[in-house]
Nanobody, 129 residues
Framework: QVQLVESGGASVQAGGSLTLSCEASGFSGRANCMGWFRQVPGEQRQRVATVYTYRGRPNYADSAKGRFTLSNSDDGNTLFLQMSLLKPEDTGTYFC??????????????????????WGQGTQVTVSF
Protein backbone atom coordinates (compact mmCIF):
# COMPACT_ATOMS: atom_id res chain seq x y z
CA GLN A 1 0.00 0.00 0.00
CA VAL A 2 1.39 3.35 -1.03
CA GLN A 3 1.52 6.06 1.61
CA LEU A 4 2.21 9.72 0.82
CA VAL A 5 3.16 12.44 3.25
CA GLU A 6 3.23 16.06 2.13
CA SER A 7 5.04 18.96 3.72
CA GLY A 8 5.98 22.53 2.93
CA GLY A 9 2.65 24.29 2.84
CA ALA A 10 2.60 27.83 4.25
CA SER A 11 1.14 31.30 3.96
CA VAL A 12 3.08 33.57 1.63
CA GLN A 13 2.61 36.87 -0.10
CA ALA A 14 1.93 37.16 -3.79
CA GLY A 15 5.12 36.96 -5.79
CA GLY A 16 6.78 34.72 -3.26
CA SER A 17 8.07 31.19 -3.55
CA LEU A 18 7.41 27.90 -1.83
CA THR A 19 8.56 24.30 -2.21
CA LEU A 20 6.31 21.38 -1.41
CA SER A 21 7.64 17.90 -0.73
CA CYS A 22 5.99 14.51 -0.82
CA GLU A 23 7.56 11.44 0.71
CA ALA A 24 6.28 8.15 -0.63
CA SER A 25 6.54 4.67 0.77
CA GLY A 26 5.19 1.37 -0.47
CA PHE A 27 6.35 1.55 -4.07
CA SER A 28 7.72 -1.71 -5.43
CA GLY A 29 9.90 -0.07 -8.09
CA ARG A 30 11.12 3.23 -9.44
CA ALA A 31 8.55 3.63 -12.21
CA ASN A 32 5.39 5.16 -10.84
CA CYS A 33 3.19 8.15 -11.43
CA MET A 34 3.37 10.96 -8.92
CA GLY A 35 1.81 14.36 -9.00
CA TRP A 36 0.24 17.32 -7.27
CA PHE A 37 -3.40 18.34 -7.30
CA ARG A 38 -4.93 21.47 -5.82
CA GLN A 39 -8.36 21.75 -4.27
CA VAL A 40 -10.33 24.70 -3.00
CA PRO A 41 -13.54 24.36 -0.98
CA GLY A 42 -16.53 23.48 -3.11
CA GLU A 43 -14.50 22.52 -6.14
CA GLN A 44 -13.00 19.34 -7.54
CA ARG A 45 -9.32 18.63 -7.28
CA GLN A 46 -7.41 20.10 -10.18
CA ARG A 47 -4.18 18.71 -11.54
CA VAL A 48 -1.16 20.95 -11.08
CA ALA A 49 1.68 18.78 -12.32
CA THR A 50 2.40 15.10 -12.76
CA VAL A 51 5.36 12.95 -13.74
CA TYR A 52 6.41 9.40 -14.55
CA THR A 53 9.14 8.96 -12.00
CA TYR A 54 11.46 6.86 -14.16
CA ARG A 55 13.03 9.23 -16.67
CA GLY A 56 9.72 10.95 -17.31
CA ARG A 57 9.09 14.59 -18.20
CA PRO A 58 6.76 16.57 -15.99
CA ASN A 59 3.37 17.61 -17.31
CA TYR A 60 1.98 20.91 -16.09
CA ALA A 61 -1.40 22.53 -15.99
CA ASP A 62 -1.44 25.77 -17.96
CA SER A 63 -1.68 27.74 -14.71
CA ALA A 64 1.58 26.20 -13.51
CA LYS A 65 3.68 26.46 -16.65
CA GLY A 66 6.60 28.84 -16.32
CA ARG A 67 6.15 29.27 -12.59
CA PHE A 68 6.22 25.78 -11.07
CA THR A 69 8.86 23.08 -11.39
CA LEU A 70 8.19 19.45 -10.61
CA SER A 71 11.05 17.10 -9.82
CA ASN A 72 11.62 13.80 -8.10
CA SER A 73 14.48 12.08 -6.33
CA ASP A 74 16.54 9.48 -8.16
CA ASP A 75 14.91 6.66 -6.24
CA GLY A 76 11.48 8.01 -7.18
CA ASN A 77 10.27 8.16 -3.61
CA THR A 78 10.29 11.92 -3.09
CA LEU A 79 8.46 14.47 -5.17
CA PHE A 80 9.09 18.20 -5.09
CA LEU A 81 7.03 21.08 -6.37
CA GLN A 82 8.93 24.36 -6.55
CA MET A 83 6.48 27.20 -6.85
CA SER A 84 7.50 30.74 -7.71
CA LEU A 85 5.72 33.97 -8.61
CA LEU A 86 2.83 32.76 -6.52
CA LYS A 87 -0.59 34.29 -7.08
CA PRO A 88 -3.63 34.41 -4.80
CA GLU A 89 -5.38 32.00 -7.18
CA ASP A 90 -2.73 29.40 -6.29
CA THR A 91 -4.30 29.21 -2.85
CA GLY A 92 -5.66 25.81 -1.90
CA THR A 93 -4.93 22.47 -0.37
CA TYR A 94 -2.23 20.69 -2.31
CA PHE A 95 -2.48 16.92 -2.43
CA CYS A 96 0.25 14.55 -3.47
CA UNK A 97 -1.05 11.65 -5.52
CA UNK A 98 0.38 8.48 -6.99
CA UNK A 99 -0.36 5.56 -9.26
CA UNK A 100 1.72 2.52 -8.44
CA UNK A 101 3.49 0.74 -11.32
CA UNK A 102 1.42 2.12 -14.18
CA UNK A 103 1.34 0.33 -17.52
CA UNK A 104 3.31 3.17 -19.06
CA UNK A 105 4.23 6.87 -18.83
CA UNK A 106 1.03 7.91 -20.58
CA UNK A 107 -0.98 6.86 -17.52
CA UNK A 108 0.61 9.75 -15.60
CA UNK A 109 -0.96 12.22 -17.99
CA UNK A 110 -4.46 11.32 -16.82
CA UNK A 111 -5.83 14.48 -15.28
CA UNK A 112 -8.83 12.76 -13.72
CA UNK A 113 -8.28 12.51 -9.95
CA UNK A 114 -10.29 9.28 -9.95
CA UNK A 115 -7.48 7.60 -11.88
CA UNK A 116 -5.04 8.21 -9.03
CA UNK A 117 -5.29 5.59 -6.30
CA UNK A 118 -3.03 6.93 -3.56
CA TRP A 119 -3.37 10.30 -1.87
CA GLY A 120 -1.67 12.22 0.88
CA GLN A 121 -3.47 14.16 3.56
CA GLY A 122 -2.85 17.52 1.88
CA THR A 123 -0.88 20.62 2.76
CA GLN A 124 -2.33 24.12 2.77
CA VAL A 125 -0.91 26.91 0.63
CA THR A 126 -2.30 30.39 1.13
CA VAL A 127 -1.17 33.26 -1.07
CA SER A 128 -2.25 36.75 -0.04
CA PHE A 129 -2.00 40.11 -1.73
Amino acid sequence: QVQLVESGGASVQAGGSLTLSCEASGFSGRANCMGWFRQVPGEQRQRVATVYTYRGRPNYADSAKGRFTLSNSDDGNTLFLQMSLLKPEDTGTYFCAAIKTPRGPWVCEDWNPAAWNAWGQGTQVTVSF
